[in-house]
Each structure stands twice: as C-alpha cells, then as structure tokens.
C-alpha cells in the first residue's frame, strides 16, 4: 500500500507536470513540503511560522497549499472566532489530509495509544464531510484577556454567517466522566445561544445536561458513519 501511495499518487501528483501549471518550479520542495503536511495533519499552522521554519517564501507556501487542496489531497479549514465571526487577516489555518490512508502510507502506522491518534480521528471525520459539498466547515479559537478556548470543528451557515453548530471530536472517554472540562465548547454554546452540544468519545454513549446544555456523547466512530450515511440519503 505505501508503495502504491508513494508512486501512484504523490509522484503522479507531485513530480510530475501539473504542478508547472501553477507556476511551482521546485517540485522536490512542493514534496518535502506535503510530506511535512501530511505528518503534522489536523494541526495549526502559520505562514509567518512556517516561512522562517522552512525558510520558504509566505507567497510560495499560499501557491503550494493552493495547488495541495486543488489536487485533493489536503483540505485547509479557516479559523473563526467564538461568535464565529470571520477574520479580516488570515495569519493561521489548519490543513488535513483528504485521506488519513495518506499519512499511513508515507510513515509508519500509528497505534489507538499513540500521540498522533487524536489527530488522525479528526483527519477521518473531516475527510466523511468533505463529501459533502458546499459546507462552510470551519473552527474557532479565541483568546480574549484570560479566556481562550478551541472548538474543533464548526459549521457556519453560508448565507446568515452564524454557526449551526460545534462539535468537539476527542480519541478520549475521559470526558464522558468529566464533561464539566469541556470548557470551550461550553462558552461557545453559550456564546452563540445553543439548546445542544455534541462530542465524540472512543466508545462511550450518552446524553447528559450540563448547565442547560443537553450533551451528547458519541463514539468517533458512529459519528463518521453517520455523516457518510447522510451523505448518502442526500
């Protein structure tokens, strides 16, 4: 399988012609530059960071993601704040593989134990939704004198620019017992005056309320075949 990736698809995709029709010269840089990508998926990332890190010029790394996400193989969500307004400078974003099977296939397997799992959950979950056309998929963090808070993954209505709603996608049961540490997304409900908040777990089910917030907890893995379930009733 990593064979077929490696040859298959991102020498076909990243070494050969179509990257000259984005004006990318340096072909081996835009492949180091996914590899990096595809290790570090579902993470923050920065031009301004990643430019002195990489040594890669900011216009560069914008032609290199823009070819990245038209060729499917990652997806960049844009960040809101906690009211889910957009911001007027773009200075972070977070990029995903299309496909957590890429990451897979580039490095060596990863176990439910491992660090890098929680990342690759909210890899799988995004790539059911990206299915689903014409969603404005988003998330929010926010920093506002001592509060902060970070929710994973968030769905803003593409004609009023208000949320529709917020999920926190955790490889985690612990929260399930302790949903009172679920900080974030508890302000953002508030915020933006939701009835309902959801989070998935490794394979814990429930519904609980918290503070007149009726939570739901939902294995990752139900989730993820829900959405492509809807995807197919649609």
């Not at 920065?46 to 499917?72: C, H, V």
């Not at 890899?123 to 059911?128: E, G, I, K, N």
């Amino acid at each position: 399988m990593g064979r077929y990736v490696k040859n298959d698809i991102v020498n076909k995709v990243l070494l050969r012609d179509l990257p000259s029709l984005y004006g990318i010269k340096d072909v081996q840089e835009l492949n180091r530059f996914f590899t990096y990508i595809a290790y570090n998926t579902g993470n923050e990332f920065s031009y301004e960071a990643k430019s002195k890190e990489s040594g890669i010029q900011k216009d560069t790394l914008k032609k290199y993601l823009e070819y990245l996400e038209a060729a499917f193989l990652i997806k960049v969500l844009n960040k809101v704040g906690i009211n889910t307004k957009r911001l007027k400078r773009i200075i972070s974003f977070k990029v995903y593989l299309t496909n957590p099977s890429l990451r897979t296939a580039l490095f060596s397997p990863i176990t439910d134990i491992d660090q890098e799992m929680g990342n690759m959950v909210e890899t799988a979950v995004l790539s059911q939704w990206m299915h689903r056309e014409q969603l404005d998929l988003t998330y929010a963090r926010w920093k506002e004198g001592r509060k902060e808070g970070e929710v994973d993954l968030v769905l803003v209505d593409d004609k009023s620019y208000k949320p529709v709603w917020g999920v926190e996608i955790k490889w985690s049961n612990r929260y399930y017992d302790k949903p009172q540490e679920l900080k974030s997304l508890l302000n953002f409900c508030k915020e933006n005056k939701f009835e309902s908040a959801l989070t998935t777990s490794i394979d814990q089910l429930g519904l609980k309320e918290i503070e007149d917030i009726k939570w739901t907890f939902l294995p990752v893995s139900i989730y993820a075949y829900n959405i492509g379930e809807m995807k197919t009733n649609n």
